[in-house]
T-cell receptor, first 115, second 113 residues
Framework: DTGVSQNPRHKITKRGQNVTFRCDPISEHNRLYWYRQTLGQGPEFLTYFQNEAQLEKSRLLSDRFSAERPKGSFSTLEIQRTEQGDSAMYLC?????????????FGEGSRLTVL | AQSVTQLDSQVPVFEEAPVELRCNYSSSVSVYLFWYVQYPNQGLQLLLKYLSGSTLVKGINGFEAEFNKSQTSFHLRKPSVHISDTAEYFCAVSYTGGFKTIFGAGTRLFVKA
């Protein structure tokens, strides 16, 4: 296993379209996180899963955003009716539970551009 | 609630000079503290972490950080920087247990020849 994988790496879409990002975490990691990063800012927490359960969602996450992790392995993040303000880098990170030290392992991100 | 403040948005420094990137956090409970680095066009990777014990922690690439509980700070230092250290550095905090890590806005370190 080479790490956290995200795809697509880049997505350009028109306003109002739906987009979906996929994250494949490190296989033995049971926690999975989604963050959003805009230019000049640090990663902003969106949501996280422990196995298939979504345990927390940021209040900043509008109802146009939905995330799933159906079998406790890969996860998808869907944005419906995209807006220009959704343009950002969407980061996925995974985290192990055994001897958990809090370290997050990040993918390279999926960059969304909404025209 | 947790928050992280990185006091400098950009730090330009000459090669082989020392550098300190400042980070302050606020939390009413015990926390884990981290520094992550993001090189251009790459994902974030862990530089170092403080969980407990010795307040001086050493990380990769010659970086170190000191946890100061009374000042709620976790400043990152390197005695001599290289051009290759040019990157964005993020300070982060999570509750003990490692859930929901909160990041600062980042400090862009620019090392000049």
């Amino acid at each position: 296993d080479t790490g956290v994988s995200q795809n697509p790496r880049h997505k350009i879409t028109k306003r109002g379209q739906n987009v979906t990002f996929r994250c494949d975490p490190i296989s033995e990691h049971n926690r999975l996180y989604w963050y959003r990063q805009t230019l000049g800012q640090g990663p902003e927490f969106l949501t996280y899963f422990q196995n298939e359960a979504q345990l927390e969602k940021s209040r900043l996450l509008s109802d146009r955003f939905s995330a799933e992790r159906p079998k406790g392995s890969f996860s998808t993040l869907e944005i419906q009716r995209t807006e220009q303000g959704d343009s950002a880098m969407y980061l996925c990170a995974s985290q192990g539970q055994v001897l958990n030290t809090g370290e997050l392992f990040f993918g390279e991100g999926s960059r969304l551009t909404v025209l | 609630a947790q928050s992280v403040t990185q006091l400098d948005s950009q730090v330009p420094v000459f090669e082989e000079a020392p550098v300190e990137l400042r980070c302050n956090y606020s939390s009413s409970v015990s926390v884990y503290l981290f520094w992550y680095v993001q090189y251009p066009n790459q994902g974030l990777q862990l530089l170092l972490k403080y969980l407990s014990g010795s307040t001086l922690v050493k990380g990769i690439n010659g970086f170190e950080a000191e946890f100061n509980k009374s000042q709620t700070s976790f400043h990152l230092r390197k005695p001599s920087v290289h051009i290759s250290d040019t990157a964005e550095y993020f300070c982060a905090v999570s509750y003990t247990g490692g859930f929901k890590t909160i990041f600062g806005a980042g400090t862009r370190l620019f090392v000049k020849a």
